[in-house]
């Protein structure tokens, strides 16, 4: 394939930046790269504006630090809530990737940021904290708190019967605890207890007759 020369007049990921010049194919010059104003031919005459091409790209290299740094500093500031869905033993159903993260950013604090620029090692797949690695720019780094949430509500748990919760307890001593008797219960049976005891005969020989 058929190579060709050319001045990059813009930053281009992956192929290099406003003044570099490069070798591409070229069909690719032809038909994208210079139609598009991305790039020129090298020739002598275009080779006067590299001046310009590099003063252009340490203005916008400038503008990128100073964003970038000012991003970080505001990333570390803010806690990004997402909320998942899990099951009755707390395991999140999926996971959470890098591009998930820029769109809650993009959803939540309206910063729009390259899903590259954040540095998972592995999709995260447990609720609770997490710090996320931001990779902002080649001179800054940045840290961004992470919170997953479950929207799953906790199962209730079973109400057990006042019987039930008194029954086969035991005390330090191993007894079981004296269960309370209802108020006036008490009195009543007292005054039981009194009735039948006057009822009750005296002596052997059996009832006195009143006089």
Same mark, same amino acid.
């Given at each position: 394939?058929?190579? %060709?020369?050319?001045?990059? %007049?813009?930053?281009?990921? &992956?192929?290099?930046?406003?003044? @570099?010049?490069? #070798?591409?194919?070229?069909?690719? =010059?032809?038909?994208?790269?210079?139609?598009?104003?991305?790039?020129?031919?090298?020739?002598?005459?275009?080779?006067?504006?590299? *001046?310009?091409? /590099?003063?252009?790209? +340490?203005?916008?290299?400038?503008?990128?630090?100073?964003?970038?740094?000012?991003?970080? /500093? #505001?990333?570390? !500031?803010?806690?990004?809530?997402?909320?998942?869905?899990?099951?009755?033993?707390?395991?999140?159903? &999926?996971?959470?990737?890098?591009?998930?993260?820029? @769109?809650?950013?993009?959803?939540?604090?309206?910063?729009?940021?390259? $899903?590259?620029?954040?540095?998972?090692?592995?999709?995260?797949?447990?609720?609770?904290?997490?710090?996320?690695?931001?990779?902002?720019?080649? @001179?800054?780094?940045?840290?961004?708190?992470?919170?997953?949430?479950?929207?799953?509500?906790?199962?209730?748990?079973?109400?057990? #019967?006042?019987?039930?919760?008194?029954?086969?307890?035991?005390?330090?001593?191993?007894?079981?605890?004296?269960?309370?008797?209802?108020? &006036?219960?008490?009195? =009543?049976? *007292? !005054?039981?207890?009194?009735?039948?005891?006057? *009822?009750?005969?005296? &002596?052997?020989?059996?009832?006195? $007759? +009143? *006089?």
């Amino acid at each position: 394939m058929p190579k %060709t020369h050319v001045i990059l %007049t813009s930053n281009i990921i &992956g192929l290099g930046a406003e003044s @570099d010049q490069v #070798s591409v194919a070229a069909g690719y =010059a032809r038909n994208y790269l210079i139609p598009e104003g991305l790039a020129i031919p090298l020739t002598a005459a275009n080779k006067r504006r590299l *001046e310009v091409l /590099r003063q252009r790209r +340490a203005e916008r290299e400038a503008h990128e630090l100073n964003t970038m740094t000012e991003l970080a /500093r #505001s990333l570390e !500031k803010l806690v990004l809530v997402i909320k998942v869905k899990t099951g009755d033993d707390g395991k999140m159903f &999926g996971s959470i990737t890098s591009g998930a993260i820029a @769109d809650e950013l993009k959803h939540q604090f309206d910063i729009r940021l390259d $899903k590259r620029k954040i540095q998972l090692a592995e999709p995260i797949k447990s609720v609770g904290e997490h710090e996320v690695a931001m990779n902002l720019h080649q @001179d800054v780094k940045g840290t961004l708190k992470l919170r997953v949430e479950s929207t799953t509500p906790p199962p209730l748990p079973e109400e057990a #019967s006042p019987e039930t919760r008194t029954e086969g307890k035991t005390d330090r001593r191993g007894r079981r605890p004296r269960v309370e008797e209802a108020p &006036g219960a008490k009195h =009543a049976a *007292e !005054k039981t207890a009194a009735r039948a005891s006057a *009822e009750k005969p005296s &002596g052997k020989g059996g009832s006195r $007759k +009143a *006089e």
